[in-house]
């Protein structure tokens, strides 16, 4: 593998764990408010894969939305056409479209989680819109290294220079 593709790929991961603790904290928020009514996307995870523990359906959370899907853009961010975020929102799309398809019928749910409720499917989206927003933006800002410079200046304490206080 060459250093751009192993830069890439971890800039992936980081995007990816960024964007999939985002979306932890709102699923867990959710429900605290009452936006998620009956919807557990961590059980019905669980339940996907025959497991009855909320343990397995976190860390399937967390690697697949690091390792995989973090992966997977990393790799095709670079053949789509759009700004980082946008390729992240079409590429949540999809992922979304997958799970309305394949995990939400294997946990017993029926095609788009309809066994859950009617707003299963919007919800879902904006749940999946949000992860790859964050998951575009994050990795964008660290393909420019707007990210990682702005990082270093703050760890660094470098403020911007202003030259009436050097005068």
Do not use: C
Not at 22 to 47: C, K, Q
Not at 68 to 81: C, E, N, T, V
Not at 99 to 123: D, K, N, W
Request: charged share 5%.
């Amino acid at each position: 593998m060459s250093g751009k593709t192993i830069g890439s790929l971890g800039r992936g991961f980081g995007a990816g764990l960024i964007a999939t603790v985002v979306l932890s904290i709102f699923m867990i928020v959710m429900p605290a408010i009452g936006l998620l009514p009956g919807l557990n996307l961590v059980t019905v995870l669980s339940h996907a894969l025959g497991a009855q523990s909320a343990v397995a359906g976190w860390i399937a959370h967390y690697v697949v939305g690091v390792l995989l899907w973090g992966a997977l853009f990393a790799w095709l961010d670079g053949k789509m056409f759009f700004p980082h975020w946008i390729n992240g929102l079409l590429f949540a799309s999809v992922v979304w479209l997958g799970v309305m398809l394949i995990i939400m019928p294997l946990a017993g749910e029926g095609v788009f989680g309809l066994r859950i409720g009617i707003v299963t499917p919007t919800i879902t989206l904006f749940l999946h819109w949000i992860y790859g927003a964050v998951l575009g933006s994050i990795y964008g800002a660290w393909t420019s290294g707007t990210l990682g410079a702005t990082i270093h200046r703050l760890s660094h304490h470098d403020a911007p220079h202003d030259d009436l206080h050097h005068a």
